[in-house]
């Protein structure tokens, strides 16, 4: 099993910046592709970027050039910076990870990250 814990959320201004990062633990040779979810309420989660193990990225085209994903296959972390922030990118935050035999997906708890003046 993989448990995925997630940190930095927090309140921030309009412009401002902030650094997810998501923590592995357990089984971590199994996960491949790793990637930022976002919820809004009242909204569908949706993709934020992804990585796989060999740093190929991709990301929604609401963040793009403002976020970016990377991981330390080392320290079983993926990290997401966001900068230039929106209120529109209030939002909790999951983790996700993807076994890489079975597909399955495991996810983290989720961090609330609110952008407002």
């Known amino acids: 099993q993989v448990q995925l814990v997630e940190s930095g959320g927090g309140l921030v201004q309009p412009g401002g910046s902030l650094r997810l990062s998501c923590a592995a633990s357990?089984?971590?040779?199994?996960?491949?592709?790793m990637a930022w979810y976002r919820q809004a309420p009242g909204k569908e989660r949706e993709l934020v970027a992804s990585?796989?193990?060999?740093?190929?990225?991709n990301y929604a085209d609401a963040v793009k050039g403002r976020f970016t994903i990377s991981r330390d296959n080392i320290k079983n972390t993926v990290y997401l910076q966001m900068n230039s922030l929106k209120p529109e990118d209030t939002a909790v935050y999951y983790c996700?990870?993807?076994?890489?035999?079975?597909?399955?997906?495991?996810w983290g708890q989720g961090t609330q990250v609110t952008v407002s003046s």
């Open positions: 996700n990870g993807r076994n890489r035999a079975t597909l399955a997906y495991y």
């Open positions: 357990g089984s971590t040779f199994s996960i491949g592709t």
């Open positions: 990585i796989t193990r060999d740093n190929t990225k």
